[in-house]
């Protein structure tokens, strides 16, 4: 399956971004999608995912309340809605696709990725 990242820009604190993820590749369902970010200085790091079928999400606490993953599966696509943003979430952020239903969390479960898009949160 190939990625492609969408929907990064440049916001204020407190504001919202939508970012968007397509998938190419046959069976998007069957795999398990995850949003992951890599900030200035720091390693990537898991921000939330999402099994196939859609049923279970899972988010880092830093996120939860704020960030809500979410796939159509008919668009072949995975979204990632952030609100309230703040400044420590700038970061390139990244999606990933893997098969096993395992250890959602860590970036090396994850087989696929795409190139990143850049979330600035600057006043």
């Known amino acids: 399956v190939q990625l492609q990242a969408s929907g990064g820009g440049v916001v204020q604190p407190g504001e919202s971004l939508k970012l968007s993820c397509a998938a190419s590749?046959?069976?998007?369902?069957?795999?398990?999608m995850a949003w992951f970010r890599q900030g200035p200085g720091k390693e990537r790091e898991f921000v939330a995912a999402?099994?196939?079928?859609?049923?279970?999400?899972f988010y880092t606490d830093f996120v939860k309340g704020r960030f809500t993953i979410s796939r159509d599966n008919a668009k072949n696509m995975v979204y990632l809605q952030m609100n309230s943003l703040k400044p420590e979430d700038t970061a390139v952020y990244y999606c990933?696709?893997?098969?096993?239903?395992?250890?959602?969390?860590?970036?090396?479960?994850?087989?696929?990725w795409g190139p990143g898009t850049l979330v600035t949160v600057s006043s």
């Open positions: 990933a696709a893997k098969f096993y239903s395992d250890n959602y969390s860590s970036p090396t479960r994850y087989a696929y």
């Open positions: 590749g046959r069976a998007f369902s069957t795999y398990h």
């Open positions: 999402v099994t196939g079928g859609g049923i279970s999400s």
